[in-house]
């Protein structure tokens, strides 16, 4: 083995043992419903959070006049149909149609309440994020008049209900738009990224 080899191997462990934190490498984007499970894992610790968002979003494009293209369900526990690929799935409908809002807005801000669900198989963070397709309108989430652009799945909820079984996790939110729409979320894990798209009527 020359030394040129040597060296370039070398330079790979060096940058994968002391690298400690790792992004999200430049692939092409998860289409609608699908988990990216070949992402480079995020370090868990402290710096968690500040890691899974430097992610960039990621998120399909709608050109004018196409119709949202809404991600499909499929039924991932007895009787419940939720989109997306996982592990990490939003629990919003019982149909898989659009997510309804309504009453008053918050500083403009409408609520729709997601109960956001973890599958057994994973046991990390992960960090929630989205917007308008084929628009400008931001995505937000918790409650008040100042809602957060990102929405943390933490590893202890703290929440247990009718639907916490087989080690799945609830994380109960809230996501928060001003108008009607096609919108996407973004999870990122520690190692996987999901989009998952809806439509949103008043």
Not at 39 to 56: S, T
Not at 57 to 73: I, M, N, R, S, Y
Not at 169 to 180: E, V
Request: glycine share 14%.
């Amino acid at each position: 083995m020359n030394r040129l080899r040597l060296l370039v191997i070398a330079l790979g462990i060096a940058a994968v043992v002391g690298g400690g934190v790792w992004y999200l490498s430049a692939r092409d984007r998860p289409a609608s419903g699908t988990t990216t499970r070949d992402v480079r894992p995020v370090a868990d610790g402290d710096g968690v959070w500040e890691a899974l968002a430097q992610r960039p979003l990621d998120l399909p494009k709608l050109a004018p006049g196409q119709t949202c293209p809404v991600t499909p369900t499929a039924e991932v526990l007895p009787g419940q149909k939720l989109p997306g690929g996982g592990p990490i799935y939003p629990h919003a409908t019982t149909d898989g149609g659009p997510l309804s809002y309504g009453g008053d807005a918050e500083n403009g801000w409408y609520y729709m309440k997601v109960l956001w669900r973890s599958s057994g198989d994973y046991t990390g963070p992960a960090l929630i994020r989205g917007r308008q397709l084929g628009g400008d309108q931001e995505l937000r989430f918790g409650d008040g008049p100042s809602p957060s652009a990102a929405l943390r799945f933490p590893v202890e909820t703290g929440v247990r209900s009718e639907f916490t079984v087989n080690g799945w996790r609830d994380n109960p939110s809230f996501t928060r738009i001003k108008s009607p729409g096609c919108y996407a979320w973004q999870v990122d894990g520690l190692d996987f990224q999901s989009v998952i798209v809806f439509e949103a009527r008043p």
